[in-house]
């Protein structure tokens, strides 16, 4: 969910740009524009990479990344 959030702002952050660069062709600059458009894409990356970071490794082929040596090693059982 939080990378959709993430994935939103920066969409919405890069209209805000585009607004602005219209605005700026026209002469008629909003600086709050590239300021809000520049803070949503800053914040949907930052949320966008902490949602990458915090996600579980999916255990779709977890034999196989352990047989191919790429995956975890697995628990030991010296008890």
């Known amino acids: 969910m939080t990378y959709r959030l993430g994935s939103a702002l920066i969409l919405i952050g890069l209209i805000v740009l585009i607004v602005f660069l219209l605005g700026w062709t026209v002469q008629q600059v909003d600086v709050r524009a590239l300021l809000g ?43």
């Open 37 to 79: 458009g520049a803070a949503l894409c800053a914040l949907g990356l930052l949320l966008r990479r902490r949602a990458a970071r915090d996600a579980a490794s999916p255990a779709r082929f977890r034999l196989l990344r352990r047989a191919l040596g790429r995956g975890e090693p697995p628990p030991d059982d010296t008890g």
